[in-house]
């Protein structure tokens, strides 16, 4: 039979170019290094060079580096012409190679031979599992849906500071100062200039009668009496009258991606495993089940705990090893790791195992973000379990 030979082709990424370049098994460099453009005539100028170059017989193993979303194009390409054997990259990764070089040299030739001899360096053949074209469209979706969070949490952060300075007083009578009441007093009496009876009738008829009728004449005699009369003027009223637009169009941007997620939702049978797990959200399943794609990339927990960033970073020296006081390492993915964040303090409310466990661990003085973080690792388990199943998780029973 004859031998085939394996070769490694490096690939550094750019915006509008990539180099590549291509050494044997022996690490010798295969020709001059190649640019490329990001585009269909640049791909397939890459991939004719290839073939111009090596045997017939020859196995090529591909890497580059995970540079934002511009590797994407030259990915799907390689693997829809037939390369079976690619790795992308951590950035990481090629910056820890490129250090242990005596002369300090950084550029997109040196880069992408790196690339290459890190590849070699790994065993052969790592098969490339074709992108879910519909995931990769989902994951779009859910990563604008939290940048469109994002946004509003910046509104609401620049409203808070404006009412400060407005009415110091004002946030004290709401625990919530974004609830439909408060934000009625805001439009009516800072915008409107509604006061008295009128104000308080308001905000029992917004409050649907939770707010009592002494607690709204209160408010209003507190609003009445408040400081910051002198900040109130038609440049504070223009910006509240922004922000306040602002909030309401962004919440209804968010509504309707999140009817789009859920539409879009339907056909990943994994989504409904994940959601019945306590804490995971419909919207929350369609996040991390994007976030990790196909679970079989992980060959078991560690590594999936890893990619999350929710694994404990390591300091040690000599005969000295840190074990108490370890940080995770947020290396991860921090979409992901956000969002098990939130799933984590919903399920110490609702889930009677990790409340349990969480009532023991601040028993023994752990700090709240601890205990969260490890809740959050445990739930990451779960989804590693019901992904590898392919089945809903059963709470088990106490």
């Known amino acids: ?64 580096e995970a540079t934002g979303h511009y590797y994407w194009h030259l990915r799907n390409h390689l693997v829809d012409i037939g390369f079976g054997s690619l790795q992308v990259i951590n950035p990481i990764e090629t ?107 308001a905000m029992i008829k917004t409050s649907r009668g939770r707010l009592s009728e002494t607690k709204a004449k209160e408010i209003v005699c507190i609003l009445k009496n408040s400081l910051g009369k002198e900040y109130r003027c038609g440049n504070a009223k223009l910006q509240l009258k922004m922000l306040l637009e602002s909030m309401g169009l962004i919440d209804k941007q968010i509504k309707e991606i999140k009817k789009q997620i859920e539409k879009n939702s339907l056909q990943f049978e994994e989504i409904k495993y994940l959601s019945s797990i306590k804490g995971v959200s419909n919207y929350l399943a369609s996040v991390i089940l994007c976030e990790i794609g196909n679970i079989n990339r992980f060959s078991n927990k560690g590594q999936l705990t890893a990619f999350a960033g929710l694994d404990a970073s390591v300091k040690e020296s000599g005969e000295y090893r840190r074990t108490q006081g370890n940080h995770i390492s947020k290396r991860g993915s921090k979409h992901l790791r956000r969002q098990l964040y939130y799933a984590a303090k919903t399920a110490i409310i609702f889930d009677p195992e990790l409340k349990a466990y969480y009532q023991k661990k601040k028993e023994q003085g752990k700090h709240y973000n601890v205990i969260i973080i490890a809740v959050a690792r445990k739930i990451l388990m779960r989804c590693y379990a019901v992904l590898k199943q392919k089945r809903p998780y059963e709470l088990r029973n106490s």
Not at 150 to 178: D, G, H, T, W
Request: net charge positive.
């Open 95 to 201: 910056q820890k190679l490129s250090k242990t070089r005596i002369r300090k040299v950084k550029n997109d030739k040196v880069d992408s031979l790196i690339i290459a001899q890190l590849i070699s360096q790994r065993a052969n053949n790592h098969p490339v599992v074709k992108e879910n074209i519909e995931l990769r469209q989902l994951k779009d979706l859910t990563r604008f849906c939290e940048k469109q969070k994002a946004q509003k949490r910046f509104y609401q952060q620049e409203l808070s500071v404006l009412m400060e300075r407005l009415s110091p007083e004002f946030s004290a009578c709401f625990s919530n100062i974004f609830l439909a009441t408060p934000l009625m007093i805001i439009k009516k009496h800072f915008l409107g200039n509604i006061k008295g009876d009128l104000l308080a009738q």
């Open 1 to 64: 039979m004859e031998k085939q030979n394996v070769f490694y082709l490096g690939v550094d990424i750019g915006k509008y170019h990539h180099q590549a370049t291509l050494i044997d098994e022996r690490r010798n460099q295969i020709g001059e290094s190649l640019r490329f453009d990001n585009c269909l005539t640049g791909f397939k100028f890459l991939t004719q060079t290839i073939k111009q170059r090596l045997p017939e017989n020859a196995i090529v193993e591909i890497g580059m």
